[in-house]
């Protein structure tokens, strides 16, 4: 059974740093494209950040710069280092995991992120 477990979030000041972590169980990503998507209240849900299985990364205009997405295939991993945070940014964050040629697609429970002075 698949798992991803985000972890990481919490209440940051804004222009604070938060790194987000996902955890896999029973997944080694090897193959897998991974994403970073959040949602607001009333908002629908956004692609943040997304990592290729080949290594292609691709952020969202809002976060360029400030945010950097990564995977460590040893820990079995994927993070989201998020830096100069605004409360815009405050959302729940999830992780995804996704193979295009085996079809599957996993998602984490998510995480609150709330950036507020």
């Known amino acids: 059974q698949v798992q991803l477990v985000e972890s990481g979030g919490g209440l940051v000041q804004p222009g604070g740093s938060l790194t987000l972590s996902c955890a896999a169980a029973g997944l080694t990503f090897t193959g897998y494209g991974s994403r970073w998507y959040r949602q607001a209240p009333g908002k629908e849900r956004e692609l943040v950040a997304g990592?290729?299985?080949?290594?292609?990364?691709n952020y969202a205009d809002s976060v360029k710069g400030r945010f950097t997405i990564s995977r460590d295939y040893a820990k079995k991993t994927v993070s989201l280092q998020m830096n100069s945070l605004e409360p815009e940014d405050t959302a729940v964050y999830y992780c995804?995991?996704?193979?295009?040629?085996?079809?599957?697609?996993?998602w984490g429970q998510g995480t609150q992120v709330t950036v507020s002075s």
């Open positions: 995804n995991a996704f193979h295009l040629f085996l079809r599957r697609d996993y």
């Open positions: 990592l290729s299985s080949t290594g292609d990364t």
